[in-house]
């Protein structure tokens, strides 16, 4: 069978994806649609490695196989038919799509299942999307969605077809707030669900792509440099929101639904939970914030949980989001945003800049 060169079609088509590295190899980065099925764990994995720098090849693929043999091998090449019988248009790779990737295919043969292989494997897959996404950044249009801190850019985002969303390929909103209690993919990973993402805009449309206006940092992952560039000399379009609204948008998403969510262990879990996110927060900008400041933050957030204890509302939780915001987010924001002002397109609220993106020319 020969080894499958098509790329874009394997992330047009979301073909699912039989990656059999190691575990350690697998973690630090794969695509949206794999799923680890290893021919060899990380101990054998390097095992095989050791022997192979030391002996050479042919001793190499011998511990190998008296690593993984008997029942052993039998329970790994059950794992890959039960998933080759659930995803039958399924391809494997390994990292170089060489030696693992021939044995997987071999023993995947010998049960009676033929399963072809990616081309270059691992290596040629990431290059190819590294590549595709350079060069986007190089060429493409994009449009930039700014808007102040609560105004609900990510709402926006997820309701527009020709958009990417950044933050949700993160798993972060993007703020020292912005943790949304689960980790987040690893570097290579995040690249590659947005070269597949914005592979899928294109083949749709030609069309300019929507993205938030984002810092450097995503949480821990880091946009690319070429994305800052490319967004500082694109079309804006600004969203505005008043004050009011942002206040009770950032009090519902980043503390009222995390403390529904915890409640269900028990009201001291989730005061628990409000009180170690908001203060780890906020001494993660304690600098940058002045100590007057976190200390006014600090004191609200103290008579904030002991209101929620006792059933008083969510007034001091306001109370420090407004404070917030007029004292740190709002002033850094108008700042930057000062500097590319020029470059609006659009002003308005959700609704107004959803019924004019609808009338753009999708070209």
Known sequence: ??????????????????D?????????????????????????RQAVGTCYKEQGQAAAIEMGHQLVQGDLKAQRVEAWLAFVAQHPD?????????????????WLSEAGVDLAMVDGGYKALRAFLLEQLHARLQSDPIRVLSGATGSGKTEVIRSVDQ?????????????????????????IDFENAWSVAWLKLTARSPGPVLFEDEGRLIGRVAVLPEFLVL??????????????QRIQRICRDYFQDAYQRHRAQGEDVALAYLDEFARGALRRIQKRLGGVRFGQLIQCLDVGL???????????????IALLLSDYYDPMYDYQFAAKAKHTLFEGNHQEILQWLAQQPQT
């Open 90 to 106: 399924a391809v494997l790779y390994c990292f170089r799509g060489g030696l693992r990737s021939r044995i997987s295919q071999q």
């Open 231 to 244: 967004s500082k000399g694109s079309p804006i379009v600004k969203l505005t929101v008043p004050l009011e």
């Open 163 to 187: 958009a990417i969303d950044l933050e949700g390929l993160a798993n972060h909103r993007g703020s020292a707030f912005g943790s949304t209690g689960s980790s987040q993919p690893a570097q």
């Open 1 to 18: 069978m020969q080894p499958i060169d098509d790329f874009p079609s394997l992330f047009l088509q979301d073909r699912p994806m039989m």
């Open 306 to 320: 002991v209101d929620l204890a006792n059933g008083r509302g969510w007034a001091h939780f306001e109370a420090l």
């Open 20 to 44: 059999v590295r190691a575990p350690v190899e697998y973690a630090k980065g794969a695509f949206p649609s794999s799923h680890n099925l290893p021919l060899m764990e990380d101990g054998e």
